[in-house]
């Protein structure tokens, strides 16, 4: 299935768009999500690994099941001062 998956922060700075689309087997979970992120676009690689992954406006488990209509979201891990 082609999802899109909404950018923030750092991720949306290394790919220079706010969405991207990914494509995920018919039955897909958010780990299933991480790994599709890091193959099709490299430079997310290391952020998606460490990031908070939203589901319908929840975040989720990387066991949690991605249906064909979610809306996503990668939101990476903030630091400030």
């Known amino acids: 299935m082609k999802t899109f998956v909404a950018l923030f922060a750092v991720a ?3 790919v ?6 990914v494509e995920l087997p018919e039955v ?3 780990a299933d999500l991480r ?3 890091a193959t099709t676009t490299p430079a997310l690689a290391e952020v998606a690994r460490r990031a908070a992954i939203a589901v319908d406006t929840e975040y ?3 066991t949690t099941v ?3 209509d ?3 979201a990668i939101i990476p891990p903030v630091s400030g001062g």
Request: avoid cysteine; charged fraction near 30%; charge should be negative.
């Open 12 to 14: 949306r700075e290394l």
């Open 16 to 21: 220079g768009t706010e969405t991207i689309e």
């Open 28 to 30: 897909a979970t958010v």
């Open 35 to 37: 790994v599709a992120l």
């Open 60 to 62: 989720a488990s990387d």
């Open 66 to 68: 991605i249906k064909q």
């Open 70 to 72: 979610s809306k996503l």
